[in-house]
Structure formats: C-alpha cells, structure tokens
C-alpha cells in the first residue's frame, strides 16, 4: 500500500481516511498508522456483523413456532400421548375425562322432557308523586306591585309577615301610556297594583288627553290586579303653569277614583308647603320625602287589605 507523502516532518497520517495528526496515533491499536475514528468505526461494524448473525439465528428458531401458530395448521397438531399426571404431582391442576355421547343424549332427553319451570315475579307498579295530586293545591300568593315614573325611585316598602311581598317598578321619565305598556308585557296577576303617575304627563299641555291615558292605564291594571291604587302626583316647583296643572290632575284623579272605585293616595295635602320634602330640583323627593311617600302607600295598601278581607 502506498503511504500517502508527508506534507511536512513531523505528521502522522492514518492509513484508512487519510487524516493528518500532529500527534502520534495510540499505542494500544493493532497498527500505529490508524486513527482513532477509524479503530471505532471497525468496532462498531464488527458489533452490527455479530447482531445481525444472531437476529438470522432467532428467526430460524421461530419459524417452527410460527407454523404452528397458523391457522390452517391447528387442526393438524397432534396432542402428546403422554399420561396425564395426578394432581398430586401437577399442584393445581386436575385432569378431566371426556362424558361419552350416550350420557349426553340422556341428559338432552332428560332436559326436553321436563324443562325447567321459571315463575317470574309480579312486576309492582307504583307512582312515587301520588301524594303529591292527593294533596289539596295551594294558590301561590300574589305579591303587590308599586309602577310609577322616577318619583318612586327611592320608595321602600317593608313587608310585614303574612303580606305578600312588594315589588317597586321605577320607569325614569314615564308616562301613562309607557305605564300601560309594561303592565302588558308583565303577564301577571298581582294582588294589588298602586301607579304613581303625572308629572311627565303634564308636558304634553293636553289635559283631556292627559286624563284619557290615565284612565287607560288603570283599566289595564284592574285586569291583571285584585285592587288598584293610583297615587297622587306631588307639588312641583317648576313655575306656576305646572303647579297649575298638577293642581288641577290631582283634583281630577281624587274625583274620578272615588267614583270608580279605585284607590286613591293624596299626596299633594302631604306635601304641600313643606320645602323639605322637595330637592333642590323641584321635581323629586328628597330622603324624608320617599319616606313619606313610602308610608303613604304602605297605609293604603294595609287599608286596602283590611277592606277586602271584610267584604270576604
């Protein structure tokens, strides 16, 4: 073999990839002029030659176990006719003997002749909710509704035990008509309804139309109400033309409510001369003024019930 010509003295070149060294190569290999490299690539294709020499020895050891594993040749194997052992000498395992045909037909016979009888149990059926149908239904109580514009914001009603509960409906700006409107949508029955309503209504300058929407109003709340309440509109300081109007709405309603058989809550006489009660806009109440709008419809509501429960 021809040795590769030195580029200068003193380099080592290995004799397989040609690979310059400054360095001698080891000592311990069989030959001095290979590399390191080299030496474990020769390792390692000796150590694939043994592996692959004894994975074609595994597959010649199971090619016998695979043919009789295949399908076509279970019923070809043919049992050892070794004697069976006792079980004393297996531990665990018991040889069984082969019942003859003949016993087996008598026994076919035997079950065809006299078949088994089976008595099912009766099947109970029962309804768990009977109870509840048997029982006299009680009526839910109906809870008091309190609907106006934004004078009933801040009116809380306390509910005393027994009543049913009292639910205020505040509609910022509202008038008669908007009123109606909500009640249509609400789709209840409540045991009273109380509506505060006229201060906005007044704007409109209209007074018979004015009347003709309250008049709506409260006939659209007496179909879904035992009793209905209207509640008074309350002095406002906004220059004389609409302490006019409002004085002449609340004349209008005390009248017409008595005649129709509706509630009615005079809050004007409540309210009157009493500057405290107004805010400073001269429209809503003020704290005191929601209180005392509260125990006015309070007190009208209990004198409501207590009517009713006397004609009952």
């Known amino acids: 073999m021809k040795m590769p010509q030195l580029p200068f003295a003193g380099c080592f070149v290995c004799s397989e ?28 294709v000796e150590k694939v030659d043994q592996l692959e020499v004894r994975i074609r020895g595994l597959l ?16 070809r194997v043919s049992t050892p006719s070794t004697p069976a052992s006792e079980p004393s000498q297996r531990g665990e395992w018991v ?19 006299s078949p088994p009888e089976h008595h099912a149990p009766p099947i109970r059926v029962s309804n768990r909710f009977a109870p509840l149908s048997e029982a006299p239904t009680v009526k839910p109580v109906k809870s008091t509704l309190v609907i106006g514009d934004s004078i009933v914001r ?31 949508l609400a789709d209840r029955r409540y045991s009273r309804i109380v509506i ?7 704007r409109l300058r209209q007074s018979e139309v004015t009347k003709a929407n309250i008049r709506e109003v409260v006939k659209q709340a007496q179909t879904m109400s035992d009793a209905v309440i209207c509640s008074g ?19 209008w309603m005390s009248k017409w409510c008595s005649e129709n058989q509706v509630g009615f809550i005079d809050n004007w006489l409540r309210f009157e001369g ?34 009713s429960v006397n004609r009952c």
């Open 95 to 113: 040889t069984t003997r082969r019942s003859s045909r003949k016993a087996k037909a008598n026994a076919n016979a035997e079950a065809k002749a």
């Open 274 to 307: 009493k500057p405290g009660l107004i805010g400073r806009d001269g429209v809503h109440p003020t704290r005191e003024g929601a209180a005392l709008l509260s125990c006015s419809i309070a007190h009208s509501l209990l004198v409501s019930r207590q009517s």
């Open 17 to 44: 990839c040609g690979m310059f060294s400054l360095t001698p190569f080891s000592a311990s290999s069989d030959s001095d002029s290979v590399c390191t490299k080299c030496q474990l690539v020769s390792c390692l």
């Open 60 to 75: 010649r050891d199971r090619q016998p176990e695979a043919a009789l594993a295949a399908p076509g040749t279970l019923g």
């Open 233 to 251: 509109p309350i002095p406002m300081r906004r220059g004389a033309e609409a302490y006019s109007r409002l004085t002449a709405l609340n004349r």
């Open 154 to 184: 801040h009116v809380k009603l306390a509910t005393p035990l027994g009543a049913p509960a009292v639910t205020v409906r505040c509609l910022s700006g509202a008038r008669a008509p908007d009123i109606s409107g909500n009640l249509r």
């Open 196 to 202: 505060h309503v006229g201060a906005n209504d007044i």
